[in-house]
């Protein structure tokens, strides 16, 4: 079946942004079905996910398998509502066909508050919302990846697979063994589940370690050389080349520090052949070099020389948020002066040591000078309120660093006023960080430092922003849930709740109410873990180990900066295969 847009001319024309639902995006690879038809599906709207790299990525990887991979995003209410009036299942940009036609939808699950977006997505192709409904058999695969896949357990009675680490190989190793089955069998799971970074709930054996997948050598590894350019302005609107992926530096809050261990770098005549063609076949004018911290890639100036001369002159290079000691005034050169994005992530030095954010206040300054130097005069600056052992006075040197920084912009004439915009946003404890055992701060709490905050002198002029404290607390629930938590997450939808990130259409009352329903606490997910204790993500492996996070929060709680992974190896566990720790320091 193919969903015909003549019959929706009525709906498109009503809708916000028809071009959303439309398909025909310049670049968007002819389809045809083939043995294996495969839906990547993002559970946030179009303008997000065409935004989001990792899709593109797994989606090239079952096309160079000679497979079918379309897209599919979450509608906005106006649009799903229209359609389930007219009765007219969701479908997929490229086909236009149903979701239930598929043989597996991939949800890529980057937030945790879009749980709900996916039975939103689910309910409006028409397909039973869990597995078990599922099972008298017709309807696609439904499965999940992404940075909220290492702890499955919320979601599993949702899903049938669970991809866990880089999705490059193993998405398509899947889809050729489905193929070879004949379709989902019994042999098929257990096949796939002997695979790495493939996890079957229904399958489930808590004394068997799902071990992450992880591509070696990203060289080697898939990378389209062109993307769909959107039909609409997208959050991201840009070409995009991976750096690196992982991260040296060990942040102790930083989730995506730990579960894309180890790093592993593209060399600079593959992403300079990676850049180009991008640009050549969407016409964008600007390169972004992304990565965890793109600062600590060594070859960075190298990088950025070869880009400029490859590239055609009219397109920039974009970096992403810099670690202020990494802050170089020549990788700034041809952005665009508009911002600078920097994360000292906490106000006083002692504060910085217990996250193991290893910068200093005068690094900081430095970095903000030689922007200003270089013709910038805005600074976003980002910061987290609720951290382990954090005080008052942590809370108010947030404020005396926004006058430091004022102060380095007014030592010399310039000739546009300063703008300084701090986002504060509320610690979450996460599964595989060394804080993952700690308790979450409070709303009362957190409301009081936010106060303290907008008190102090110092912020005067300063833009302020952060997130509801519900909010922060609902994250934080789902991060550590377990499998208690997919009755929550059904009632939730069922009582309206969707698109929950988005601070307009949060239904706090619907999610309350699922909780209650349920029997279930929130306090049961926000109080503190014992170390002893057994965790729901305990049998995911992602290579570092329990005792090395362990030893990280004991070092925490001292104080004790462990440095990067670049100044010697902090044996995490993933050594062996960390090129990293070959390398001479």
């Known amino acids: 079946m193919t969903v015909n847009l003549d019959?929706?001319?009525?709906?498109?024309?009503?809708?916000?942004?028809?071009?959303?639902?439309?398909g025909g995006e310049f670049g968007f690879p002819e389809l045809k079905e083939s043995a294996f038809n495969f839906c990547m599906c993002f559970p946030d709207i179009y303008e997000v996910g065409m935004s989001n790299l990792g899709?593109?990525?797994?989606?090239?990887?079952?096309?160079?398998?000679?497979?079918?991979?379309?897209?599919?995003?979450?509608?906005?209410?106006?649009?799903?509502?229209?359609?389930?009036?007219?009765?007219?299942?969701?479908?997929?940009?490229?086909?236009?066909?149903?979701?239930?036609?598929?043989?597996?939808?991939?949800?890529s699950m980057q937030f945790e508050l879009s749980y709900t977006n996916l039975l939103y997505m689910l309910d409006l192709a028409g397909i039973p919302l869990t597995r078990e409904e599922r099972a008298k058999g017709g309807y696609p695969l439904i499965a999940i990846g992404g940075p909220c896949a290492v702890n499955p357990e919320p979601l599993a009675d949702f899903v049938d697979i669970v991809f866990i680490g880089d999705g490059e190989e193993v998405d398509a190793d899947v889809a050729e063994i489905y193929v070879k089955h004949g379709g989902a069998s019994e042999e098929f799971f257990r096949e796939i589940s002997k695979l790495d970074g493939v996890?079957?709930?229904?399958?489930?054996?808590?004394?068997?370690?799902?071990?992450?997948?992880?591509?070696?050598?990203?060289?080697?590894?898939?990378?389209?050389?062109?993307?769909?350019?959107?039909?609409?302005?997208?959050?991201?609107?840009?070409?995009?080349?991976?750096?690196?992926?992982?991260?040296?530096?060990?942040?102790?809050f930083c989730q995506a520090g730990f579960i894309y261990?180890?790093?592993?770098?593209?060399?600079?005549?593959?992403?300079?052949?990676?850049?180009?063609?991008?640009?050549?076949?969407?016409?964008?004018?600007?390169?972004?070099?992304?990565?965890?911290?793109?600062?600590?890639?060594?070859e960075l100036r190298t990088l950025i020389r070869e880009l400029k001369?490859?590239?055609?002159?009219?397109?920039?290079?974009?970096?992403?948020?810099?670690?202020?000691?990494?802050?170089?005034?020549?990788?700034?050169?041809?952005?665009?002066?508009?911002?600078?994005?920097?994360?000292?992530?906490?106000?006083?030095?002692?504060?910085?040591?217990?996250?193991n954010k290893d910068i200093t206040e005068d690094e900081i300054l430095r970095a903000a000078e030689s922007a200003f130097d270089l013709g910038y005069s805005a600074v976003k600056l980002y910061f987290m309120l609720g951290l382990p052992t954090e005080t008052d006075e942590d809370v108010e040197g947030i404020a005396k660093l926004c006058a430091l920084i004022k102060?380095?912009?007014?030592?010399?004439?310039?000739?546009?006023?300063?703008?300084?915009s701090v986002s504060c946003s509320t610690f979450i404890p996460k599964p595989f960080t060394p804080f993952q055992w700690e308790k979450q701060a409070e709303r009362g709490e957190i409301q009081a430092k936010q106060k303290k905050l907008l008190e102090s002198p110092h912020m005067k002029g300063v833009n302020v922003n952060w997130s509801d404290g519900f909010t922060a607390e609902l994250e934080a629930v789902l991060a550590r849930g377990d499998r208690r938590l997919g009755k929550v997450i059904r009632l939730a939808y069922e009582n309206g709740c969707k698109f929950d990130g988005w601070s307009q259409e949060l239904n706090r009352d619907g999610w309350l109410k699922a909780f209650e329903t349920a029997g279930v606490s929130m306090d049961e997910y926000t109080r503190?873990?014992?170390e002893n204790e057994i965790l729901p993500w305990d049998f995911i492996d992602v290579g570092v180990t329990k005792k090395f996070l362990s030893s990280e929060r004991a070092k925490a709680y001292k104080s004790e900066v462990t440095g990067s992974c670049l100044s010697s190896c902090k044996g995490c566990g993933l050594q062996k295969s960390c090129p990293a720790a070959s390398e001479p320091h």
Not at 269 to 284: D, E
Not at 338 to 345: D, G, K, V
């Open 55 to 107: 899709i593109k990525i797994v989606a090239e990887s079952i096309l160079a398998r000679g497979f079918t991979a379309d897209f599919c995003f979450t509608p906005y209410t106006d649009f799903g509502s229209g359609l389930k009036k007219l009765g007219v299942p969701l479908y997929s940009l490229g086909l236009k066909k149903p979701l239930g036609e598929f043989d597996m939808l991939g949800f």
């Open 309 to 355: 001369s490859s590239l055609p002159e009219r397109v920039t290079l974009a970096l992403p948020s810099l670690r202020v000691d990494s802050f170089d005034g020549d990788f700034a050169q041809d952005a665009r002066k508009i911002s600078l994005t920097f994360a000292p992530e906490a106000g006083s030095q002692r504060l910085r040591d217990v996250i």
């Open 528 to 530: 503190a873990f014992g």
């Open 199 to 252: 996890y079957v709930p229904a399958l489930l054996n808590k004394n068997t370690k799902v071990k992450k997948a992880l591509i070696s050598e990203l060289d080697k590894a898939i990378f389209p050389q062109k993307f769909a350019v959107p039909n609409c302005e997208s959050v991201h609107d840009r070409a995009v080349i991976e750096v690196m992926r992982g991260c040296y530096r060990g942040c102790r």
């Open 407 to 420: 102060g380095c912009y007014r030592n010399k004439p310039r000739k546009k006023q300063l703008r300084i």
């Open 7 to 22: 019959e929706l001319n009525g709906l498109l024309l009503s809708c916000e942004k028809p071009s959303r639902y439309t």
């Open 261 to 298: 261990r180890p790093v592993r770098r593209r060399s600079t005549k593959t992403l300079t052949r990676q850049a180009c063609a991008l640009i050549k076949n969407t016409g964008y004018d600007e390169v972004s070099m992304n990565s965890l911290s793109t600062g600590d890639y060594p």
